[in-house]
């Protein structure tokens, strides 16, 4: 394996941090190595609100969940969709945007998700660990307000990021064995139940032996309560009130 590949295979969820800053500097040049992201005709539909002072992280944290490794890092981005500038351009260039439909939402999406993996790839490679925290859409309306952001920019997920504390560095988890998730020619679903079991084993052990918050659950047992009830059901009020539309 080269550096490249031993360094993605190697993430794992960081939630505890050294108290040390991070320079704007080293953020500045992730990002900018991250926006070599692929991007879907060049419209790079996203934007990133980089939160330092600790006041605004702690009013996060709360909307996030109470998430307190959303205080501690040293450094939380939250990355959202943008379609702002597609529509201010068309303004300039005298054209009217449609922008209420579902492709340029997918484009937001797809774009924010690819340039986040950009950064924490980047992050990791100087030393730097982080998480993601969907939780910053468990209260969009107030998120968007407290970062002030206009029509047509949503906030997707939140990143931390700090330097991780060395003796608080949780075991990494194991992920879905190759055969469940990559399909030769067309999608494979006959042996999918004994892939998922295969995997029950694995995680069992995990929850089992790992070092905090040990508990005996398989990974079936654990997804299938995630949807049991529906979640964040005000997402699609919020970005109709933002000017998105799924016609």
């Not at 990791?124 to 920019?153: A, F, T, W």
Request: glycine share 4%.
């Amino acid at each position: 394996m080269n550096d490249v590949l031993k360094l993605m295979s190697n993430h794992r969820s960081i939630r505890k941090y050294e108290a040390k800053e991070v320079s704007n500097e080293s953020i500045e040049n992730i990002i900018t190595a991250a926006q070599w992201a692929s991007t879907s005709s060049n419209i790079q539909a996203y934007s990133i609100i980089k939160v330092k002072d600790r006041v605004r992280k702690e009013q996060l944290a709360e909307l996030c969940g109470k998430q307190q490794h959303v205080v501690d890092c040293p450094v939380f981005l939250v990355f959202c969709g943008d379609l702002n500038r597609i529509n201010i351009s068309s303004k300039m260039e005298n054209v009217e945007p449609h922008l209420d439909t579902v492709e340029p939402f997918i484009v937001a999406s797809v774009d924010t998700a690819l340039i986040a993996q950009n950064v924490m790839l980047a992050a990791e490679s100087i030393g730097l660990g982080g998480v993601y925290i969907g939780g910053i859409r468990n209260n969009s309306n107030e998120v968007s307000e407290l970062l002030k952001l206009p029509d047509y920019v949503y906030p997707i997920f939140g990143m931390c990021l700090g330097y991780p504390d060395n003796e608080k560095v949780p075991e990494q988890k194991p992920r879905l064995p190759l055969k469940a998730i990559v399909h030769e020619e067309a999608y494979e679903n006959e042996h999918q139940e004994n892939n998922i079991s295969e995997y029950n084993q694995v995680m069992k052990h995990y929850y089992e032996t790992r070092s905090s918050s040990t508990r005996s659950e398989t990974w079936s047992e654990y997804v299938s309560k995630i949807y049991q009830a529906p979640k964040r059901q005000h997402l699609r009020g919020f970005l109709e009130s933002k000017r998105f539309g799924f016609k």
